[in-house]
């Protein structure tokens, strides 16, 4: 005798699931059209989320995954073709699961297909399915497959990891820091107090300049300096102008080394977090005395203009963070308005 399902405990009978197949392809379908509030609204807001993606280091837990998946979708690039080529849904009891593949084209890729699958495990909250998981998988890297690392979802859970306080935000924003040089054998050769006069001239005359530019002074750590900019062409414009300004200075032979990412951070009423901010300071590391550093994705943004100019592309390896990174160092910075 043929049965509709088999028992998967007691009372529970695993059976086809009409109801989450439509739910399902109701999310994959939010995510094609970028509604974003659908996309979080069908996942789950308890801490038992769970968010596994195709690149390397993205299986990400809690809360925050729901706040950072529609700017993780969205930065996929607009279909030419969505074909989906397998579907299946199941429940038991009060949960379930589903499993697709679909064949895609983008607008932006129009000779290649990628084939992707993705499985989704359900469970009743509150009498409605929420998605509680998520695998997704295509064959090649993200930087391959949508032409940018996909960090909203990482930035967050981040954060999320550091306990921030409740009044915290997300944005986008351009992070820089800078660091003396040798700040070591300098306090030695000045003393501790003149060189601690020095450092807080410094530390003015950089304010100066960041927020000149538009930007925000975050903090002074130790010799070096966090700051924020809305746009990543002030944080070049900034960096240009305090290498400037040093060299000019009358004081100590100063010199800095300055990195610069762009991306999106967590913010608090004082403070910024995420990947971006860690990444920066990594770049800025890296720097040589008197240069400027910017990472792939701010080089990108503000492009080959006469403003700016930059030497060849680097990779490299940044401490804490995996894989290769490239980087930019800035050659020309020009003021606003001068040639």
């Known amino acids: 005798m043929q049965r509709s399902g088999f028992q998967a405990g007691p009372g529970e009978v695993i059976r086809p699931s009409s109801e989450l197949l439509a739910v399902s392809r109701r999310w994959i379908d939010a995510i094609r059209f970028r509604r974003g509030n659908e996309v979080r609204n069908l996942m789950s807001d308890h ?12 299986l990400w837990a809690g809360s925050a995954v ?26 038991a009891g009060e949960t379930g699961w ?6 895609l084209v983008f607008a932006d890729q129009p000779d290649r297909t990628f084939h992707v699958r993705t499985t989704l495990i359900f469970a009743l909250e509150d009498g409605v399915w929420k998605i509680v998981h998520r695998h997704g998988s295509v064959p090649i890297p993200n930087m391959d497959f949508v032409g940018i ?4 979802i990482a930035d967050l859970v981040a954060a999320a990891r550091e306990d921030f306080s409740l009044d915290q935000q997300d944005g986008f924003a351009s992070i820089m820091f800078t660091d003396i040089v040798n700040s070591s054998r300098l306090a030695s050769m000045m003393g501790d107090r003149l060189w601690s006069s020095e450092v807080a001239r410094h530390f003015a005359t950089l304010r100066k300049q960041i927020e000149g530019s ?3 002074f975050v903090k002074s750590l130790g010799d070096g300096t966090m700051s924020s900019f809305a746009q990543p062409d002030q944080a070049l414009h900034a960096a240009g102008a305090i290498l400037q300004e040093t060299e000019r200075s009358d004081g100590p032979a100063i010199a ?20 971006v901010v860690n990444k920066a300071a990594r770049i800025a590391a890296l720097a040589a005395p008197g240069e400027i550093q910017v990472s792939d994705a701010t080089r990108k943004m503000v ?16 401490q804490g963070l995996e894989g290769t990174h490239v980087i930019y160092r800035l050659e020309k910075s020009t003021e606003p308005g001068r040639v």
Not at 149 to 152: F, I, K, L, V, Y
């Open 98 to 103: 589903s499993c697709f593949v679909h064949e």
């Open 214 to 216: 538009g930007g925000q």
């Open 256 to 275: 800095l080394r300055i990195g610069i990412h762009t991306g999106n951070v967590v913010q608090t009423k004082d403070d910024f977090f995420g990947a």
């Open 303 to 318: 492009g080959e203009t006469r403003d700016f100019r930059f030497a060849e592309s680097t990779s490299v390896q940044l």
């Open 149 to 152: 690392d996909q960090n909203a």
């Open 47 to 58: 801490d038992h989320l769970r968010f596994v993606g195709t690149g390397e280091g993205e």
């Open 66 to 91: 729901r706040e950072g998946i529609a700017g993780f979708f969205g930065a996929i690039p607009p279909f030419l073709r969505h074909d989906e080529t397998f579907a299946e849904a199941y429940e």
